[in-house]
């Protein structure tokens, strides 16, 4: 999600600073980015010279310190609260009083992660579907402090990407996944009952219910680590058993099994 966000601010004429925790995972993303700009290259969606230059506008780091003169900064971390808000903090400590804190999460509390700073009212989700140089929305989440200017810079900057900004208000998992994730979290159980195969399981979300991607592939796309993650948001903060993750999908993160990023979820990958 990160290197995707990246290309895109990037892509934009916008100046990026990417920060991780180690330089193989930044070269690992630059990779990624090369590859997807190359893509795009190959579709004739960007010109020859486009890859090049979006290219030339990232630089990579593992120095937080080095996004001290940033505008704004989007946090794309793993999905949990406690490693958000202390990125937070730091951030809060580093940037100019003026700079907005944007979070990726794709269920955390806006307020919480804004209640870890001294700027609440400049502290907003914006979460980024993935792939993040394909996908049109973004979520603008308010938190209970969210200024009205604050909200109005972040909605306008995502639609100058090419996004299609939607308001949403701060509750778990936001609208998207408070929807998707039971789909996917009832899909598992129907594998872990013995009603279908994920391979059944999808073909007949995608054959009945036109979607693109059945729920298990996208399930194995997302990760099964960070959907676990958000149901247990979900189960926590809203309190309904309804969102109970599945007792197989426990078991196969607890394996090590997380989906396209280790080789084997639902499904096995090369």
């Known amino acids: 999600m990160g290197s995707g966000i990246a290309q895109v601010f990037a892509q934009h004429g916008h100046r990026?600073?990417?920060?991780?925790?180690?330089?193989?995972?930044?070269?690992?993303?630059r990779r990624q980015v090369e590859k997807s700009l190359t893509k795009l290259a190959e579709k004739g969606q960007i010109g020859a010279g486009d890859?090049?230059?979006?290219?030339?506008?990232?630089?990579?780091?593992?120095?937080?310190?080095?996004?001290?003169?940033?505008?704004?900064?989007?946090?794309?971390?793993?999905?949990?609260?406690?490693?958000?808000?202390?990125i937070f903090q730091q951030l809060d400590r580093t940037l100019a009083p003026e700079a907005i804190l944007a979070s990726n999460t794709s269920?955390?509390?806006i307020t919480k992660l804004a209640a870890a700073t001294g700027r609440p009212e400049k502290v907003i989700g914006m979460h980024f579907m993935n792939p993040v140089p394909l996908m049109a929305l973004v979520e603008v989440i308010r938190g209970q402090a969210t200024s009205n200017e604050t909200t109005r810079a972040?909605?306008?900057?995502?639609?100058?990407l090419g996004k299609t900004p939607v308001e949403v208000n701060?509750?778990?998992?936001?609208?998207?996944?408070?929807?998707?994730?039971?789909?996917?979290?009832?899909?598992?159980?129907?594998?872990?009952?013995?009603?279908?195969?994920?391979?059944?399981?999808?073909?007949?979300?995608?054959?009945?219910?036109?979607?693109p991607m059945g729920p298990l592939t996208l399930a194995?796309?997302?990760?099964?680590?960070?959907c676990l993650a958000i149901l247990e948001v979900l189960q926590d903060g809203l309190g309904d058993p309804k969102y109970r993750a599945c007792p197989l999908l426990k078991r196969m993160v607890d394996a090590g099994w997380l989906g396209r990023k280790t080789g084997r979820g639902f499904y096995t990958y090369a």
């Open 16 to 29: 990026v600073t990417l920060v991780d925790v180690s330089q193989e995972a930044l070269d690992r993303a």
């Open 51 to 86: 890859r090049e230059a979006t290219l030339g506008r990232i630089t990579t780091t593992t120095d937080l310190s080095a996004v001290a003169g940033a505008g704004l900064v989007v946090e794309a971390v793993v999905e949990d609260e406690a490693v958000k808000r202390r």
């Open 107 to 109: 269920s955390i509390s």
């Open 154 to 160: 972040v909605v306008d900057l995502a639609g100058s």
């Open 170 to 211: 701060d509750f778990p998992g936001f609208v998207s996944n408070r929807v998707l994730m039971p789909m996917i979290n009832e899909a598992i159980f129907a594998v872990y009952e013995g009603v279908a195969t994920p391979h059944a399981i999808d073909q007949v979300m995608k054959l009945g219910m036109n979607h």
């Open 220 to 226: 194995d796309f997302i990760g099964l680590d960070v």
